[in-house]
């Protein structure tokens, strides 16, 4: 079992930055891709970024030049830097591990999910 816990959402103001962070305890960390998605209200789940045990990365197409993904293996946490933000950004925001894939990019491929933080942008 892997435990995930994401922090960091709240209120922004457009172009501003936030950073979320999700930290994980349970299986060892390092063996799993970590990936960010999100779900706007009455939209469905949207992939933004994975980060793969070597640290390669991945991201949406919403999201790329704006968003970074990082990882800390020693404090088993993952990051999601976000810049640039708009109103369309707005969402919760939940990360996952994934055992499977080197980079997964679909809920299925991913075991676990963190409950979520929430991100609202105003214009």
């Known amino acids: 079992q892997v435990q995930l816990v994401e922090s960091g959402g709240g209120l922004v103001q457009a172009g501003g930055s936030l950073r979320l962070s999700c930290a994980a305890s349970?299986?060892?960390?390092?063996?799993?891709?970590m990936g960010w998605f999100r779900q706007a209200p009455g939209k469905e789940r949207e992939f933004v970024a994975v980060?793969?045990?070597?640290?390669?990365?991945y991201y949406g197409d919403s999201v790329k030049g704006r968003f970074t993904v990082s990882r800390d293996n020693a404090k088993n946490t993952v990051y999601l830097q976000m810049n640039s933000l708009s109103p369309d950004d707005t969402a919760v925001y939940y990360c996952?591990?994934?055992?499977?894939?080197?980079?997964?990019?679909?809920?299925?491929?991913?075991?676990?999910w963190g409950q979520g933080t929430e991100v609202t942008v105003s214009s």
């Open positions: 996952a591990a994934g055992s499977r894939l080197t980079l997964p990019r679909r809920g299925p491929d991913y075991d676990y």
């Open positions: 349970g299986r060892t960390f390092s063996n799993y891709a």
């Open positions: 980060v793969s045990w070597l640290r390669s990365t």
